[in-house]
C-alpha cells in the first residue's frame, strides 16, 4: 500500500497494483466527460472508470490523449477499466468489443475489462424493448464468454478481467470454470446497500470489489428512480459524520467504502466536487462512525436493473440478484 491515501493501491489476485479512487464517467455526458477526465487528472486521479455503454469513450480517449501529450502522467501511470456490453456476449464478439473501446480510448490495451452485465442480448439490440431482446443465460452461457475474456488477456489486451452485477451464486459458478478466476466485481455499495456477505465471499475467493454509485446515483434518469426513494447524500446519519469531521456526505460516503477496503468510484463532473470527492481519500473515520453508517444498511438498490425485467423474460430481479 502506498503512502498517500489518494494514491492508495489494493492488489488484485494476479498481482496487479488497482487504484482504490477513481472516477465514474457513466451518466458523465459528452461535452463534459473529457474536461472531467482531465480536471481529475490533474488533481491527482489515477484510476478512470469507463464503459462502452456509457457513450462518452470517444471524448475520454481524446482527454486522455491531450494528458499523454501534455506530459501530466504516462500510461502506465493511469489504471483504464471499461466494460463489455450486453450485446457482445457471443465469444466471437468479445474481442471485437475490446477493440471498438480500445480504439475509442486510443489505448493500446486496458488495465481491466469486465463482464458489464450478467445479462445477455441480441447483438443487434443495445437495449432491450421486447422480451425477445433477451436471450437466456442457457442460450448464451456466462462460461462462455468468460472463456473469450481469458482469450483478452492472452492476447494482451487487457491485463485484468473481472465482471460486474455478478451475484454469490454467479461467483461461484464462474470460479467452477475459470481458467483467469475473475479479479474483480463491481457492484453497488453504499450504506443502504451494504452486501455484507458478497463482501465475505470476495474476501474469501480473492476477488477485489469496486463500489459503484456511491454516493446514490442521483443524477441517473427518471425511469430508473423510485418515486419517494430515500436520498443517500442528504441522510440525517450521514449528515451528523460529516458535521463532526467538517467535511461533506460525500466525502464520508467515499471514506466509508475505502475503510471497508473496496474501490471506490465517485462520479462528478463538477471541478470542486472532484477535488472534494479525492480529498476524501484522506478521510478517517472513526470505527463508531463506520457502525452508524453499517446500520443504514436497507438493501436498497438505486440500479435494481429493472432494464432487464420489465418486459418479461429470464432476467427476473430474484433471477439477476439472488441466483
Ligand atoms: P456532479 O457530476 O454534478 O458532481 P454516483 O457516483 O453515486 O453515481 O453519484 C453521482 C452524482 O453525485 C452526480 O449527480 C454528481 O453530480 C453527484 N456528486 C458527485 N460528487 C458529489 C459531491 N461531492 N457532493 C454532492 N454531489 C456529488
Given at each position: 500500500m502506498s503512502s498517500t491515501a489518494a494514491t492508495k493501491t489494493l492488489t488484485l489476485n494476479n498481482g496487479a497494483s488497482m487504484p482504490a479512487f477513481g472516477l465514474g464517467t457513466w451518466k458523465s455526458k459528452p461535452g463534459e466527460v473529457g474536461r472531467a477526465v482531465v480536471e481529475a487528472v490533474k488533481a491527482g486521479y489515477r484510476h478512470i472508470d469507463c464503459a462502452w455503454i456509457y457513450g462518452n469513450e470517444a471524448e475520454i480517449g481524446e482527454a486522455l490523449a491531450g494528458l499523454f501529450a501534455e506530459g501530466v502522467v504516462t500510461r502506465d501511470e493511469l489504471w483504464i477499466t471499461s466494460k463489455l456490453w450486453n450485446n457482445r456476449h457471443a465469444p466471437a464478439d468479445v474481442e471485437p468489443g475490446i477493440r471498438e473501446t480500445l480504439d475509442a480510448l486510443k489505448l493500446e490495451r486496458l488495465d481491466l475489462y469486465l463482464m458489464h452485465w450478467p445479462v445477455a442480448l441480441r447483438r443487434e439490440v443495445v437495449l432491450p424493448a421486447a422480451v425477445?431482446?433477451?436471450?437466456?443465460?442457457?442460450?448464451?452461457?456466462?462460461?462462455?464468454?468468460?472463456?473469450?475474456?481469458?482469450?483478452?488477456?492472452?492476447a494482451v489486451l487487457t491485463r485484468s478481467i473481472g465482471v460486474s452485477n455478478f451475484s454469490v451464486p454467479k461467483l461461484r459458478a464462474l470460479l467452477e470454470h475459470a481458467r483467469i478466476p475473475p479479479a474483480n466485481n463491481q457492484i453497488e455499495l453504499h450504506p443502504y446497500l451494504r452486501q455484507a456477505a458478497m463482501l465475505e465471499f470476495c474476501r474469501s475467493s480473492n476477488i477485489a470489489v469496486t463500489a459503484y454509485s456511491p454516493l446514490g446515483s442521483r443524477d441517473r434518469v427518471a425511469a430508473l428512480k423510485t418515486e419517494g426513494e430515500p436520498v443517500l447524500l442528504e441522510d440525517p446519519a450521514v449528515a451528523a459524520i460529516a458535521q463532526a469531521h467538517d467535511v461533506t456526505p460525500a466525502q464520508v460516503l467515499i471514506a466509508w467504502a475505502l475503510q471497508r477496503g473496496t474501490m471506490v468510484i465517485p462520479k462528478s463532473v463538477d471541478p470542486g466536487r472532484i477535488r472534494q470527492n479525492l480529498a476524501a481519500t484522506s478521510l478517517q473515520l472513526r470505527d463508531e462512525d463506520m457502525r452508524s453508517l453499517d446500520a443504514l444498511d436497507r438493501h436498497r438498490r438505486y440500479v435494481d436493473g429493472r432494464f432487464w425485467?420489465?418486459?418479461?423474460?429470464?432476467?427476473?430481479?430474484?433471477?439477476?440478484?439472488?441466483?
Open positions: 425477445t431482446d433477451l436471450i437466456p443465460l442457457d442460450q448464451a452461457p456466462l462460461a462462455d464468454t468468460w472463456a473469450a475474456m481469458e482469450g483478452l488477456v492472452d425485467s420489465s418486459h418479461g423474460g429470464p432476467y427476473s430481479p430474484s433471477a439477476l440478484w439472488d441466483e
